[in-house]
């Protein structure tokens, strides 16, 4: 395993269901405070699920390359996510500008994931930085449904975890490629 179970951050999610505090929807362990809780919660794990495969490397590791010619490395996915987490909030309505993708380069989160420590550097804050705005972006709007762009904000999460599941394979297979570790 790549871990001790025990030391596993994604398995110390918060779970308050049933500890008393009002949920969303002002009932303690509510239907909306527990749907609310069960996205972010998935998001949470696919996360750190995602920063648990690129911890520990180096520049020239998080930017190896899968396979010709294939451009997908995992500092590409970690510049990718910090693109996509921005999507959340670009499909729920808010002006978010493209971080890395131009009219010219639609791939550029990929092209430009190069053997640099800066480049590594940016790519962690950013994707760390966006992460953030997407959790404030969802805990100012507490109804889920609510339409406030192109879906509802439920489904807008929903998407955003199957994105993160996807390129959670992606990066189990980019690990093993590069030191061998599996799994988890």
Known sequence: MWLDPADDPRESASDHAGDGQPGVDGVAGGIADGERRALLDGLRHFRLTIEMKCAGLDAEQLAR????????????????????????????????????????????????????????????????????????FVAAHPDLGAVTGEAPLRDILVAQIGEYARHSGHADLLRERIDGRVGQ
């Open 65 to 136: 390359r899968s396979v010709p010619p294939s451009t997908m490395s995992l500092l590409g996915l970690l510049r990718h996510m910090a693109e996509d987490e921005r999507h959340v909030r670009r499909m729920a309505g808010v002006a978010s500008p493209r971080i890395y993708r131009t009219a010219t380069d639609r791939d550029a989160d990929w092209n430009g994931a190069v053997a640099d420590p800066a480049v590594v550097d940016e790519a962690w804050r950013r994707w760390r930085a966006e992460w953030e705005l997407t959790d404030a």
